[in-house]
Structure formats: structure tokens, C-alpha cells
């Protein structure tokens, strides 16, 4: 054969020698290539007429790439019966390895680097390739390519050669498609997307009919924005332009999730395209929009909430509806999103396994895949906020998967005013879901066939493997970040290579009118008729109302609680010992840890003596659970409890096995699910309250490892947790659990931040609570989970008063009463009293655990801090004369805890302004030396009592 013994492509001159040869197949091999049927079944190789008697052909002397076929393809069936022996056995020389072994190699470089050649920017820039897609790399010409039969490579369905096959791969990996599949770990899902792709299943033409709703939808999408930018110049509507293929791929996904027994889909996104998704995905109609800007609040987009409070900005608001596509259907509601971007993810993932967990019911009839979460991110966000890679990572842990969320990255190529080269330092948007080994995959957004084609690829993976998929659409933006501002202060060549450019929507028309499916004529009045019915809904809503309407004030009766009858929180002592025994059973064999074992069998005994927080906790949950109340429990540790208090799963001392009581005394349809979570803040919580938005009479708590840890979630607190209600009517009992007290362990391990809830609260929109006795907890989680009117409950649960022995109630505690807001009755009353000290959480048994607590000093505990208990107060402060002295005692720092709150709310209860004793104003939590913060905390103890 030509240049066997030192030709220019020969490897035996190059290095191309038999162990590199081998190299390169033992890679196919184990980096999930397609095992060369060369390397099995040479003899039928040798039979097709390959090594011997192959036409020779001069080598490429350019070395050119693969774009170009040969002049001449050979044909492998020439000299067959001149070249072969019968029944004789042919091993190829070292030649034929090489060149088998190389186009095996570019088979699999496609595959894993055809996205850098794929043409996925409607600007045009240049994609930046790869050197191992050119043949030149490899040291191989195409002639060479030519040579080398496609059966050896497996690739016959593409051709008779590796160089047609190649050459058919490179339009499959490199065109307005970018695959991103090299980082799946996994095998099976790897191959049958490598099997998907190459076979072109999702890549089938449209339908006329299809191909006539596309460019209808794209025609309402640019509609719509066009109508609001001329209508309203300079107002913020944060457009689709540059996007507006999105509108119809997620119609699309909607309606394959459909078709493959999707029974929800749940959508969130930020603000890019919101108003376009609202109207064209939700079916709000257009006069909502524009009644949104005319600010004519009755006949808006939130009109689900007449008055109920202030609402937010159009392009943060939800919907719900049936949607309909392809002759199927699906409920779809697209959650509500706040300025926080990112941060509705995790909500939105939530608020999925709550509805899945609902329809399944525990019986399993209902796929796990039922409910889609579809998130839309943007470029900038994707790469740049934390919270997207913790509600990635939620993505395969048992308590928190859905089944596969669907992400697309609504790429524009532009943050605001920050181009990616100073907003990532990755060079895809998407690179961080390559760390979760989701497949990505890249699609140029003026392609609206291709981006369809995309949309069906992440349905049927996701409906075939309950995984995450990513696709990366990569647009532009036609205009500033939103709409009021210049971009080509910023980015002027951008901006005028944008204004040249045309919308997708003028591309698809040329495309389908040049293809006979949509004529002209017919598109200009697809876009006539859009504007016609857009001009009538704004008209309709301008001489509906006039401008000068004033708003309707809160309905202050909604936003506040409603009466409530009083609620039985108490559980009788007979049902109480009942549960306390099933609490404690374990399977037959099922041995535990010695020094838990102990530790359990001390609790059990402890009904009658005293009952310890973790205890009530669990009784309180059995309780409910025994009633057919769900109960959900996720946080740092909380299985075992931060302070190895509440071992609510309980381990095998030597196989491991799990055992959970209290999912064995779950009963009439209750579940309780107990999970440690990820080492995550803002996920973690935004999860839990996507879920309790959805299962609103579930017990959903939270509980921080330490109550300080809560800071990291703050977003989540302000923008969902505290104002969710006020903003969108979106109702939660979450629940949180901070472990809140100064004892020495320094600035991080102390508090639970409450005087940052107090703040937030108003309108009766929380409930913060810091109780001093297990039964006081106990009734108040009873409380939270039974009553009517749902707000979210934060608890500052304690640390030392886990095993403090004063902390402990007797089981007639629990049996009887209620939760009490205000708790009287330590010290004197009358005459006798000069001071009544004020006080929440922990600090009262310091007070009470002083060598000598003064007979004429009276302690009164505020358990819960909001809403205020005035009245509560009043009445345990009315046995005291006005000229006692009323002081406040906490052990935060001034300008921390519950001080600054409750001091005017204690000045209309008492008629007196309270003294204020603690530590003085700080910038930090607490000591960061334990001997330091004794010494403050018994001097605080002496100016109380003093």
C-alpha cells in the first residue's frame, strides 16, 4: 500500500506506531465509545475485501479536515474475490490498526468535542473548534479515512468509509446543535443519548401543520413585545427578544410531558421573557398585561388577590392554568418569582415533590415522574449565584429528587451590563451542571426547528431516566437589561451588530416560505392579526377604567388572623404512654448503639418524672401523625439532632439497618419523612418552603445545625418566607427551628438571629416563638400544624436546655392546657414586688438558677414575641402596682434580640417605659471566649437581681 514503508502518513516515520494504536481503542473503550467490531471479527473485515487490495490513492498533501469529501470514494466490494482465501484467517497489518484506530478516535472527539465547532450563536462569532476534530491531529489524511471501511469503526449506517461516516457525524455534532455529553458517568444514560443523537430521533422534520404553530407562536411572542415597547417606551418589561424561540419549546415540553402521562408541570423563571411566558404558555390574557402598566389594579394579572395586600411587579408574578397542545394537556403554574433570580429554583423543586408526594400517596401508581419541574435560568445567573448549584446538588437525594428537572438557560450572552469574560470564568454558562454529570446540550436559538428538536431530546431522557437535563439556548438581546437602558454605553459593536440582525421570527417565515409551507402573504397576516387583537386588548383596558383610579388599600382583614375557636393541642395520658411505647419499639434482632440504648431507655422511663425537650418533640409529632397529620422534617444533623438529642432513626449497631419509630405510627394516609439535608442554607429552605406552599396541611420544618446558620438563608427569609403571602397570597405553615442561646460557644453558635424576624414582622405574616418548657413546645407544634390560618412558625429552640434538668415537664403538662404566650407566677406579687423582670428563652433559668432569687422580684416569660401577646401581658402584669419597676433581661446584645421590638409594645402593656439590662450594643453575636462570656453573663444575672 501507498506510504506502508515510510509514505508522509505512515506511522512507522511519525510515531503512529501499534502501542499508540492500541492506546486509542483501549480509550474508545473505556471512556463509553462504541467497542470497534475491528478489534472481534477481523476475519469479516478481511472478507469485505479490507487490507489487500484497496485502490491506492495520493495523500492529502494540504492534510485538509474532514469538510470536504474525496474526489473518489473506493468501493470496498472491488478485488473481493482476488484478495481473499476462503476460509483462510487475515489479520490486518499495523497500517490498517492505525488507521482504524484513528478514525475510531475522531469518532469519539466528535462526540466529545463537536459542541466547540457547533455553529450555536445567532451573532455569528466563530466557534473555536478543537484540534482533535481536525484530521491533521490524528496525522491521517482524508484519503487515509477513505480506506478504512465504516464497519471497523461501527459506523455503517453512515456510510461504506470511516470518511462518509465522519463526515456525516461532523454535520450531526458541529451544526446549530452542541451535544455535551463526555462528563456522564453512567453508561447506559451516555449511550442511549450517543444511540439518540446519531439516529436522529428528535431531529424529525415538523409537520406542516407544526411548522405553521411555530412561526404563529413566534409571531405572538414578537408581537407582544413589540406592542409594549411602542405602547409604553422606556417601562421595564425586561423582553424576549433575542429568545422567543423559548415560548414554543416550552409549549413543546409541556405537551411531550403530556403525551408520556405528565400530570404537572411547574415552572419558574426570573424576569426575562416572564410577561411572553405568562401570556402565551399560563393563557393569561393580553389585557392583563396592559392593565398591569396602566396600573389598573382590578383588572390585572393579580386579580387572584383583590387588595390582599401589595402585590409585587408584573414580571414577578405567577399564574395557573390547563394547558393544551398536540391534543393533550397538562396543569401548569408557573411559581412566583422575586428579584432574587436564582433563588426561586429550590421553591420551585419543593413545591414539585410536594405535588408528586400527593398524587402518589404512597402507593406508587403514579410515576415518579409525574410532575416536571421546568426552570428557566439566565446566562449570567446560571454561572454566577450559589443557590443554583445547591438546588443542583438536591437533584439525586432521596428526600429532595423530582424525577428530573428540565433547565434551560435563557443565554443572551450578556449580565446586565457584564459581558462572560468578567462574569465567568468557564466558558460555557452551563459548565457548572458538568459537575453533577447532567448531559448539556447547546442549541443556537434562530433556529426554532433545531430548538424544538432540543425540547424533545430533554423530555424523552428526562421521562426515560428520571435525570436533570440542561439545555443552553444561546440568543441575544435586542435591547438594554430593561428596555430604560442605553447597551451601547457598554457593548456598542454588539448593539450594532443586534440592530442588523433579524428577529427569529422573520428568519422562520423566509425559511417556511422558501420551503412551500408558509407563503408570504400568509405570514404577514399572522403578524397583522396578532397586532390587531394586541391594539384591541390595550384599547378595551384604556376605555374600561380611567388613569386616575387610586389603588384600594390591604385588605387588613384578610392579611390579618381571623377569629379562631381555641384548639385542643393536649393529648390524653393514656394515648400519650401509648405513643411513648411505640415510640421506643424496635424490630425483633435490632440492636442499638449500647450508650443510645441507654440513653432511650432512660427517655421511656421518664414519663412520670420529668419529660425532656427532644422527648415532647417526639410525642408532639407522634401525636399528629397518629391524627393522619403529615409531618416532613429536614435540616443539618436533624436525624440525630445537632446535640445527639432527638435520634429520631435509629441504626442496627452492626448491619447499619435503619428504623424509624415514627413512620410506623404515621396512620390514616399520614407520611413522616425525616432527612438530614445537604450542608445548605438557601436551598435547603427554599425547598421546604416550595414544598409546604403546596402541602399546606403538612407539618414542614426546617431546623438549622446552629440558629446563626440561618443568616446564609436570609434571601430566602426576605423574599418568600416573611413577605410570600403579602406579595403573591402564597400561604406556608413552615416551620423553623433555631437553636438559639449564649453559652459560651462564641460569635456563630449563639443566636438565632430572632431580632431579624421581628423586624420583618407585620401584619400578622409570622409567628416567633421562644419557649421555656418541652411542653410549651410540645403545644406549640401541636398549635402550628392544627390551626386554621397558615403562617410560617419560627421556634428559637434551645442548646443547654436540651439536658437541662430544670427544663423538663410532667406528662400532666402535656396531657392538659395549651401553649400560653405569657407565662407568670415565679417571685412575689403585690406590695411585696419592687421589680418585674421581662424575659424570653433560656435566659429565665439563669435567673432562676442564682444562689438567691430576691422574694420581692417577680420573673414573667414572654414565650411568644410575635404577635405580641399585649393583652397576655396586661393581665399578668395587672396584680403589680404602677409604681413597680418593669425591666427587660435579655442575654443578647442591645441592639440584637428581642429588645428594640418589644420595648414600645412593653411600654403599652406595662404604662411604663421598661429598663433595659444585657449586654451593651456589639457588632458581633457574642464572646469568642467562654471564660469572657461567663463573667458578662453572671454580670448580667447580679444587675437583674440586684
Known amino acids: 500500500m501507498a506510504g506502508e514503508n515510510g509514505g508522509s502518513g505512515e506511522a512507522g516515520v511519525d510515531g503512529y506506531n501499534a502501542g499508540y494504536a492500541e492506546d486509542l481503542l483501549e480509550r474508545q473503550l473505556r471512556d463509553s465509545g462504541v467497542e470497534p467490531p475491528s478489534l472481534l471479527d477481523w476475519n469479516r473485515l478481511a472478507a469485505a475485501g479490507w487490507g489487500e487490495s484497496w485502490p491506492e490513492a495520493p495523500d492529502d498533501p494540504a492534510g ?72 491533521d491531529f490524528h496525522g491521517i489524511t482524508r484519503n487515509e479515512l477513505a480506506r478504512v471501511p465504516a464497519a471497523a469503526i461501527e459506523m455503517s449506517r453512515f456510510g461504506d468509509t470511516a470518511l462518509q461516516a465522519l463526515t456525516r457525524l461532523e454535520t450531526i455534532y458541529t451544526g446549530d446543535i452542541g451535544y455535551e455529553l463526555d462528563q456522564m458517568e453512567i453508561p447506559a444514560q451516555r449511550y442511549w443519548l450517543v444511540d439518540y443523537i446519531e439516529a436522529g430521533e428528535h431531529l424529525k422534520p415538523l409537520s ?22 411602542r405602547a409604553y417606551i422606556g417601562k421595564t418589561r425586561f423582553s424576549l427578544e433575542g429568545l422567543c424561540a423559548l415560548v414554543p419549546m416550552i409549549r413543546a415540553i409541556i405537551a411531550d410531558s403530556a403525551a408520556k402521562g405528565g400530570r404537572q408541570a411547574i415552572l419558574g423563571m426570573a424576569h426575562r421573557g416572564r410577561l411572553n411566558v405568562l401570556a402565551h404558555v399560563i393563557g393569561l390574557p393580553y389585557s392583563g398585561i396592559f392593565a398591569e402598566f396602566e396600573e389598573q389594579i382590578s383588572r390585572g394579572l393579580q386579580t387572584a388577590l383583590p387588595e390582599h395586600g401589595s402585590g409585587d411587579v408584573k414580571y414577578h408574578v405567577g399564574g395557573k392554568s390547563l394547558v393544551e397542545e398536540d391534543g393533550v394537556s ?68 432521596s428526600s429532595y429528587e423530582t424525577g428530573g428537572t428540565i433547565h434551560i438557560i435563557a443565554n443572551n450572552q450578556l449580565g446586565f451590563t457584564t459581558l462572560p469574560g468578567d462574569g465567568r470564568s468557564t466558558r460555557y454558562a452551563s459548565d457548572l451542571a458538568l459537575g453533577f454529570r447532567m448531559p448539556v446540550i447547546h442549541v443556537n436559538a434562530d433556529n426554532p426547528d433545531a430548538c424544538l428538536a432540543v425540547a424533545k431530546l430533554a423530555v424523552d431522557y428526562r421521562f426515560s431516566f428520571g435525570e436533570d437535563i440542561v439545555i443552553d439556548l444561546v440568543g441575544y438581546r435586542k435591547y438594554g437589561h430593561n428596555e430604560g437602558d442605553e447597551p451601547g454605553y457598554t457593548q456598542p459593536r454588539m448593539y450594532q451588530r443586534i440592530a442588523k440582525h433579524p428577529s427569529v421570527r422573520k428568519l422562520y417565515a423566509r425559511q417556511l416560505s422558501e420551503q412551500g409551507i408558509v407563503p408570504d402573504q400568509e405570514a404577514a397576516a399572522m403578524a397583522e392579526a396578532a397586532a390587531a387583537e394586541l391594539a384591541e386588548a390595550r384599547q378595551s383596558v384604556i376605555d374600561a377604567e380611567p388613569h386616575s383610579e387610586d389603588p384600594p388599600g390591604p385588605n387588613l382583614e384578610w392579611l390579618t388572623a381571623p377569629a379562631e375557636a381555641p384548639i385542643d393541642t393536649s393529648i390524653g395520658a393514656e394515648k400519650l404512654r401509648s405513643l411513648n411505647t411505640a415510640l421506643h419499639e424496635t424490630p425483633e434482632g435490632f440492636r442499638l448503639f449500647g450508650k443510645l440504648a441507654r440513653q432511650l431507655k432512660r427517655r421511656e422511663e421518664s414519663m412520670e418524672s420529668g419529660i425532656d425537650w427532644a422527648h415532647a418533640e417526639a410525642l408532639a409529632l407522634a401525636g399528629l401523625l397518629d391524627q393522619g397529620v403529615s409531618v416532613r422534617l429536614t435540616g443539618e444533623d436533624t436525624e440525630r439532632g445537632t446535640f445527639s438529642h432527638r435520634h429520631a432513626v435509629l441504626h442496627e449497631a452492626e448491619s447499619g439497618e435503619r428504623h424509624v419509630p415514627l413512620a410506623d405510627i404515621a396512620g390514616k394516609g399520614a407520611r413522616f419523612e425525616i432527612s438530614n439535608s445537604p450542608l445548605s442554607e438557601v436551598a435547603a429552605l427554599g425547598f421546604e418552603y416550595g414544598y409546604s406552599t403546596v402541602a399546606q396541611d403538612t407539618l414542614v420544618a426546617w431546623e438549622a445545625q446552629y440558629g446563626d446558620f440561618v443568616n446564609v438563608g436570609q434571601a430566602m427569609i426576605d423574599q418568600f418566607v416573611v413577605s410570600g403571602r403579602e406579595k403573591w397570597g402564597q400561604e406556608s405553615r413552615l416551620t423553623l427551628l433555631l437553636p438559639h442561646g449564649h453559652e459560651g460557644a462564641g460569635p456563630e453558635h449563639s443566636s438565632g438571629r430572632v431580632e431579624r424576624f421581628l423586624q420583618l414582622a407585620a401584619e400578622q405574616n409570622i409567628r416567633v416563638a421562644n419557649c421555656t418548657t418541652p411542653a410549651q413546645y410540645f403545644h406549640l407544634l401541636r398549635w402550628q400544624a392544627l390551626r386554621p390560618t397558615r403562617r410560617p412558625l419560627v421556634i428559637m429552640t434551645p442548646k443547654s436546655l436540651l439536658r437541662n434538668p430544670l427544663a423538663r415537664s410532667g406528662l400532666s403538662e402535656l396531657s392538659e392546657g395549651s401553649f400560653q404566650p405569657v407565662i407568670s407566677g415565679v417571685g412575689a406579687a403585690g406590695r411585696r414586688t419592687r421589680r418585674v423582670i421581662l424575659c424570653t428563652g433560656k435566659i429565665y433559668y439563669d435567673l432562676i438558677g442564682a444562689p438567691e432569687v430576691p422574694g420581692d422580684i417577680a420573673i414573667i416569660r414572654i414565650e411568644m414575641l410575635y404577635p405580641f401577646p399585649e393583652q397576655a401581658l396586661k393581665a399578668a402584669l395587672e396584680p403589680f402596682s404602677e409604681s413597680v419597676e418593669v425591666c427587660w433581661v435579655q442575654e443578647e446584645p442591645r441592639n440584637m434580640g428581642a429588645w428594640t421590638f418589644a420595648r414600645p409594645l412593653i411600654r403599652e402593656a406595662s404604662g411604663r417605659d421598661p429598663l433595659y439590662i444585657g449586654r451593651y450594643g456589639r457588632a458581633s453575636p457574642a464572646e469568642g471566649y467562654s471564660g469572657r462570656h461567663v463573667r458578662r453573663q453572671k454580670a448580667i444575672i447580679a444587675a437583674a437581681l440586684g
Not at 76 to 96: C, K, L, M, W
Open 330 to 397: 397538562m396543569t401548569v403554574s408557573l411559581a412566583p418569582n422575586p428579584s432574587h433570580l436564582e433563588h426561586v429554583n429550590p421553591v420551585v423543586t419543593g413545591m414539585a415533590r410536594a405535588v408528586r408526594d400527593r398524587l402518589t400517596g404512597g402507593d406508587g401508581t403514579t410515576p415518579d415522574t409525574a410532575v416536571l419541574p421546568l426552570l428557566i435560568h439566565g446566562d449570567a445567573s446560571f454561572a454566577g449565584q450559589g443557590v443554583v448549584a445547591e438546588t443542583l446538588n438536591l437533584c439525586r437525594l
Open 208 to 229: 406542516r401543520e407544526q411548522s405553521r404553530r411555530t412561526l404563529e407562536w413566534l409571531t405572538r411572542v414578537e408581537e407582544l413585545e413589540r406592542s409594549l415597547h
Open 64 to 135: 485538509g479536515t474532514l469538510a470536504a469529501a474525496p474526489e473518489k470514494t473506493p468501493d470496498i466490494s472491488a478485488g473481493t474475490s482476488e484478495t481473499v482465501r476462503e476460509g483462510a484467517d487475515h489479520v490486518p497489518d499495523q497500517a490498517d490498526l492505525r488507521r482504524a484506530a484513528i478514525a475510531g478516535a475522531m469518532v469519539e472527539a466528535l462526540r466529545e468535542y463537536g459542541h466547540l465547532a457547533a455553529t450555536v450563536d445567532p451573532l455569528g462569532s466563530k466557534p473555536p473548534g478543537h484540534p482533535m476534530l481536525t484530521a
